[in-house]
T-cell receptor, first 116, second 116 residues
Framework: AQSVTQLDSQVPVFEEAPVELRCNYS??????LFWYVQYPNQGLQLLLK??????LVKGINGFEAEFNKSQTSFHLRKPSVHISDTAEYFC??????????????FGTGTRLLVSP | DAGVIQSPRHEVTEMGQEVTLRCKPI?????LFWYRQTMMRGLELLIY????????DSGMPEDRFSAKMPNASFSTLKIQPSEPRDSAVYFC??????????????FGAGTRLSVL
């Protein structure tokens, strides 16, 4: 079974500084990878996805992630964060079920805290 | 589209009472998911449906939990009887199995359940 590791439970950063949120997954077989963001008291919103093609994926709000197959990583980056980026970020990987359906397995989340 | 709609947004009940959470998926989506989010266990998949049929309910914690999807536009998650340890945020999500939107799950805003 697939698993996702988000090593950092919390990342504090100052406004306008760069940030990287780390994500590693367990399997080296073909996978789909996702980053979701959860703002306070809201549901999860898709930030970006990797399905195939270019390993550098750009998402909403200036975020990007790079798929590294050899390191089984999918780290999320932003060159300059804003206060409004304060949220919980979840990495997810697909897991193919016997039915053919790709179920999502989520990491435990990383709380990004942006301060002035 | 209005997105995935969940009701109620907040539910406070007493131990032993029946609780019913409701979800309206995005029109045309053929998969529906129920998740539970707690500080201790993170985001857990409880059950998912395909074309209104439950496919995998292995994440349902106990027989006190049940979920139904009587039609393509409505699903319920019921807890009877409720216990304080059921306190959590419950999310509903839906996705489309084919096309460009494949594997992307769209989440509702969640129902925050407090069992006293």
């Amino acid at each position: 079974a697939q698993s996702v590791t988000q090593l950092d439970s919390q990342v504090p950063v100052f406004e306008e500084a760069p940030v990287e949120l780390r994500c590693n997954y367990s399997s080296s077989v073909s996978v789909y990878l996702f980053w979701y963001v959860q703002y306070p008291n809201q549901g999860l919103q898709l930030l970006l996805k990797y399905l195939s093609g270019s390993t550098l994926v750009k998402g909403i709000n200036g975020f990007e992630a790079e798929f590294n197959k050899s390191q089984t990583s999918f780290h999320l980056r932003k060159p300059s964060v804003h206060i409004s980026d304060t949220a919980e970020y979840f990495c997810a990987v697909s897991q193919r079920e016997n039915t053919g359906f790709q179920k999502l397995v989520f990491g435990t989340g990383t709380r990004l805290l942006v301060s002035p | 589209d209005a997105g995935v709609i969940q009701s109620p947004r907040h539910e406070v009940t007493e131990m032993g009472q029946e609780v019913t959470l409701r979800c309206k998926p995005i029109s045309g989506h053929d998969y529906l998911f129920w998740y539970r989010q707690t500080m201790m266990r993170g985001l857990e998949l409880l059950i998912y449906f395909n074309n209104n049929v439950p496919i995998d309910d292995s994440g349902m914690p106990e027989d006190r939990f049940s979920a139904k999807m009587p039609n393509a536009s409505f699903s319920t998650l019921k807890i009877q009887p409720s216990e304080p340890r059921d306190s959590a945020v419950y999310f509903c999500a839906s996705s489309l199995s084919g096309g460009a939107g494949k594997n992307i799950q769209y989440f509702g805003a969640g129902t925050r359940l407090s069992v006293l």
